[in-house]
């Protein structure tokens, strides 16, 4: 029997990155522990800020709630959840009700906004119009588009401090691959633990970075955390085959993920020296902060023929 | 060549079903034999969540559980 490296408890999990097992006590205090040093070294949450969550109902989102909540709870500062519905039918409408529950456990207050309410169509309809009108972009990009869009500003209107999201390790050095793969350096510029402010921008932070998908898991399973466990029905694409690469990279050199991240970290303040700085306006059409003249959200609704509602989100 | 069967369920989705396995097997290959990574999923046996080198015994209740959604 694998016994615990600390405790000498029975292992539920071979740490082969550190050479260590953990027993379901210390892996849970390993997490916890993980959580707060991310915060504490890189500033993440000050005494009295307002920290809106983004929360799916996944593993992580829910875990990152709740270790969110219990943070928060000791340092004066204040957690709500926030949900973006994309209006996925036989996925999304069985996370909301779990994100509900969490927060009712928790305390928290709980908003949702959805892809219908800003944009009149649910994703499912995007998806549609975007393959009756050939536009050759996969589901996930119009997804990941507007959903951050609607994040950025339900988050502002919201009055939030910051905007927390539950990537993990694995999502981070996934992104840092991907960027890499195409050869985005603006990209690889805005990835780290905190995106600062910018003028219209809530700044975002990445407390889980540093917890391995596989270690997010066990703790929500450990900690009998009600989460949602189903596949997108449209995850796919190069993500899935960096995804794949990865775990597969790590079952047989543990550490790689690790080395990946770190070496961005060493790379990225060369990065940023040789990205521009680019002047923030506002979209043409529906006001919010964009590079360019017109935002991605607005340019991608454009092409299905369909646009912002210009409602309030909250 | 001894062999033991154990009961497997993969969770999201799939109905359970009886794997053979060398006797002596262990979880991890288990995960093998189903072309699973260990990184993409946790495993629980009997109940109790287990690491990839506990060995299997015939008649055990294997529950394997995707961690790897998307979305």
């Known amino acids: 029997m694998l016994k615990c490296s600390f405790c000498g408890r029975r292992a539920v999990y071979d740490r082969r990155y550190a050479g260590a097992a953990l027993c379901d006590r210390c892996l849970i205090k390993s997490v916890e522990k993980r959580f707060r040093r991310a915060i504490a070294e890189h500033k993440l949450v000050s005494p009295g800020e307002r920290i809106v969550a983004a929360v799916s109902g996944g593993k992580d989102s829910v875990a990152c709630l709740h270790l969110l909540a219990g943070y928060c709870s000791q340092r004066k500062s204040e957690v709500v959840a926030l949900t973006i519905d994309e209006g996925v039918k036989g996925y999304r409408d069985h996370s909301l009700p779990i994100v509900e529950e969490n927060a009712e456990l928790l305390g928290v207050e709980h908003f949702v906004v959805s892809f219908k309410q800003a944009f009149g169509a649910s994703l499912d309809r995007i998806v549609r119009l975007a393959r009756t009108r050939k536009t050759g972009l996969n589901s996930c990009t119009y997804c990941g588009v507007m959903r951050r869009s609607l994040l950025n500003q339900a988050a502002r209107e919201l009055r939030a401090d910051k905007l927390a999201t539950a990537h993990n390790l694995d999502d981070e050095v996934q992104a840092i691959m991907l960027n890499y793969v195409r050869s985005d350096l603006s990209r690889l510029h805005r990835l780290g633990p905190i995106y600062p402010s910018r003028e219209g921008f809530v700044p975002r932070i990445k407390p889980m970075r540093e917890i391995p998908e596989k270690e997010s898991a066990l703790y929500a399973i450990l900690k009998e955390l009600n989460i949602h466990l189903a596949v997108c029905p449209y995850a796919g694409g190069i993500h899935i085959e960096i995804r794949d690469f990865l775990n597969s990279l790590e079952e047989n050199h543990p550490n790689s993920k690790f080395m990946i991240l770190r070496m961005f970290e060493r790379l990225k303040p060369k990065i940023s020296q040789t990205i521009p700085e680019f002047e923030m306006r506002s979209c043409a059409e529906c006001g919010e902060p964009t590079s360019a003249e017109i935002c991605k959200t607005c340019e991608l609704l454009g092409q299905l023929g369909l646009a912002k509602q210009g409602k309030t989100l909250i | ?71």
Not at chain 2, 16 to 37: E, F, M, Y
Request: hydrophobic share 40%; charged share 25%; glycine share 8%.
């Open chain 2, 1 to 71: 060549m001894k062999t033991i069967a154990v009961s497997v369920r993969v969770f999201p989705g799939r109905k359970k079903q009886l794997i053979k396995l060398p006797a002596r097997s262990k979880v991890a290959g288990l995960l093998k034999t189903l072309d699973l990574n260990p990184q993409t999923v946790v495993v629980r046996c009997n109940g109790k969540i287990v690491v990839e080198e506990e060995r299997l015994k015939s008649g055990d209740m294997v529950e394997i559980i995707h961690i790897v959604t998307g979305g």
